[in-house]
């Protein structure tokens, strides 16, 4: 079973508000992916990163930011949230196998 | 382009009866791999099966199967004997291993499927 973390589950926010998404794996895994989903669509890969200190932007263009100080750690940061940052963020890390492992997701309601 | 085209946004099958979920794809990569994924209700990515694109055999894990035909550039996931719980969105993923797209899993549009009892 992976283990691959996301925090918070849900949350609901005001806009303007600055959030971090939490995503934290005890794989070892180098490398990192932030996937946003709206509901009943197809994920879509905002941010990766296969290292330490190595962080890329996804296909989808996005707003938020990410960090990897730390190789268990990449969360994900967006300064001023607006009510259009609504949808599911999932975290996923991989090793050398090709399976992607998944986080819970963080479900995000901007109001 | 569509790399990974799912076309049935919705599927039902009867309990205990199989059931075909399509998948194609496109690339130019000669090495590369496919995933199916299952995402129930409560939103969690559930990997269900890998198939190389070396790989001569289908790939098969318990109840699912994977009908990969290279040449038409499919990779169907077949479940055997359904049970109510395999009611969920289905994922169809590819992994390219070559240039920019190294690593990255592409997604499909995702089948709901509905097992009914």
Same mark, same amino acid.
């Given at each position: 079973?992976a283990?691959?973390y996301?925090?918070?589950?849900y949350?609901v926010i005001?806009?303007?508000?600055k959030?971090?998404?939490?995503?934290s794996?005890?794989?070892?895994h180098?490398?990192?992916y932030?996937y946003?989903?709206?509901?009943?669509?197809?994920l879509?890969l905002?941010?990766?990163s296969?290292?330490?200190n190595?962080?890329e932007?996804?296909?989808?263009?996005?707003?938020s930011?990410?960090s990897?100080i730390?190789?268990?750690?990449?969360?994900?940061?967006?300064e001023?949230?607006?009510p259009?940052?609504?949808?599911?963020y999932l975290?996923?890390?991989?090793?050398y196998t090709d399976?992607?492992y998944?986080?819970?997701?963080?479900?995000?309601?901007?109001? | 382009?569509?790399k990974?085209t799912?076309t049935q946004?919705?599927?039902?099958?009867?309990?205990?009866?199989?059931?075909?979920?399509?998948c194609?794809?496109d690339t130019s990569?000669q090495s590369y791999?496919?995933f199916?994924y299952?995402?129930?209700?409560?939103?969690?990515?559930?990997f269900?099966?890998y198939q190389g694109? *070396?790989?001569?055999?289908?790939a098969t894990e318990?109840?699912? /199967?994977?009908?990969?035909?290279k040449a038409r550039?499919?990779?169907? &996931?077949?479940i055997?004997a359904?049970q109510l719980?395999d009611?969920?969105? *289905?994922?169809c993923a590819?992994?390219e291993?070559s240039?920019? /797209?190294y690593g990255?899993l592409?997604f499909g549009?995702?089948?709901? &499927?509905t097992?009914?009892p």
């Amino acid at each position: 079973e992976a283990d691959i973390y996301q925090t918070p589950r849900y949350l609901v926010i005001g806009t303007g508000k600055k959030i971090t998404l939490e995503c934290s794996q005890t794989m070892g895994h180098d490398k990192m992916y932030w996937y946003q989903q709206d509901p009943g669509m197809e994920l879509h890969l905002i941010h990766y990163s296969y290292g330490v200190n190595s962080t890329e932007k996804g296909d989808l263009s996005s707003e938020s930011t990410v960090s990897r100080i730390r190789t268990e750690h990449f969360p994900l940061t967006l300064e001023s949230a607006r009510p259009s940052h609504t949808s599911q963020y999932l975290c996923a890390s991989s090793e050398y196998t090709d399976e992607q492992y998944f986080g819970p997701g963080t479900r995000l309601t901007v109001t | 382009a569509q790399k990974i085209t799912q076309t049935q946004p919705g599927m039902f099958v009867q309990e205990k009866e199989a059931v075909t979920l399509d998948c194609t794809y496109d690339t130019s990569d000669q090495s590369y791999g496919l995933f199916w994924y299952k995402q129930p209700s409560s939103g969690e990515m559930i990997f269900l099966i890998y198939q190389g694109s *070396y790989d001569e055999q289908n790939a098969t894990e318990g109840r699912y /199967s994977l009908n990969f035909q290279k040449a038409r550039k499919s990779a169907n &996931l077949v479940i055997s004997a359904s049970q109510l719980g395999d009611s969920a969105m *289905y994922f169809c993923a590819m992994r390219e291993r070559s240039g920019t /797209s190294y690593g990255k899993l592409t997604f499909g549009q995702g089948t709901i &499927l509905t097992v009914h009892p």
